[in-house]
Each structure stands twice: as structure tokens, then as C-alpha cells.
């Protein structure tokens, strides 16, 4: 088992910024793929950034590629999201997920993206509210 805790949202105004933070304990004894999702009101939960603990991997959505940027402390299996210029589409609850199996595996063997659907990862966070406002 895998715990993940996010947390470091809160509310911001229009082009400020955010450091999103998710804490991993337990089980975690290889690489990963671990990714950040958003969910604004009302819509589905989509995948915005994703990396590989092992290194040098980094994926983004169209809608935050040059303002957001994910990155990992492996000493204490913590990531981070720091977010700049936040738009108010931008509002929502933000979680961490960690894949413990296929998605991995398919990035080791085919270099294929961390970056994959919510049914793809094993392990959530509780999420973290962000609110960007003018």
C-alpha cells in the first residue's frame, strides 16, 4: 500500500502562483510513474502533468505547459507542482496519483507517457483545493 497526501492549495488571485505538494509513504521500492490531475467544478478529473521517479521524464498538458512544472525529491518520495500565472480556469481540486503497475511498466519497456487517464494509477490523494480569482 501506498499513502499520498497533498496539500499547499489555496487561494490566489489571476497570474500568481502556487506550489502544489504530495507526500508518498509506504510501499514504494521502484520507480514510478506519479501524476497531477485536475478537477474543476461540475467536470471530469484530467491528468495536467506526470513524471518517472526514475528520472529525466516529464509530460504536460496543452493547457499548463509553460506555466506549471512537476518535480520530485526522491529522498523523501515527495513532488511538487508549482503553478505560475494561474488563471481562473485554473480553479479546482488538484490531486496526486501513483501508478504501481501497468502504466510504468509500459513507460520501462516502450517509453511510452506516465501521463494517463485516472483509471491508470492505483493510488490518490485526498486532493487539494486551488482557486484562482481577479
Known amino acids: 500500500q501506498i499513502q499520498v497526501v497533498e496539500s499547499g492549495g489555496g487561494s490566489v488571485q489571476t497570474g500568481g502562483s502556487l506550489r502544489l505538494t504530495c507526500a508518498a509513504s509506504?510501499?514504494?521500492?521502484?520507480?514510478?510513474?506519479v501524476a497531477w490531475f485536475h478537477q474543476a467544478p461540475g467536470k471530469e478529473r484530467v491528468g495536467i502533468a506526470a513524471?518517472?521517479?526514475?528520472?529525466?521524464?516529464?509530460w504536460y498538458a496543452d493547457s499548463v505547459k509553460g506555466r506549471f512544472t512537476v518535480s520530485y525529491v526522491n529522498r523523501n518520495n515527495t513532488f511538487y507542482l508549482q503553478m505560475t500565472n494561474l488563471q481562473s480556469d485554473d480553479t479546482g481540486t488538484y490531486y496526486c496519483?501513483?501508478?504501481?503497475?501497468?502504466?510504468?511498466?509500459?513507460?520501462?519497456?516502450?517509453?511510452?507517457?506516465?501521463?494517463?487517464?485516472?483509471?491508470?494509477?492505483?493510488?490518490w490523494g485526498q486532493g487539494t483545493q486551488v482557486t484562482v480569482s481577479s
Open positions: 496519483a501513483v501508478d504501481d503497475g501497468d502504466l510504468t511498466r509500459r513507460f520501462e519497456v516502450l517509453r511510452s507517457s506516465c501521463l494517463g487517464p485516472p483509471s491508470a494509477y492505483d493510488y
Open positions: 513524471l518517472y521517479t526514475g528520472g529525466g521524464s516529464e
Open positions: 509506504g510501499a514504494i521500492y521502484s520507480y514510478k510513474c
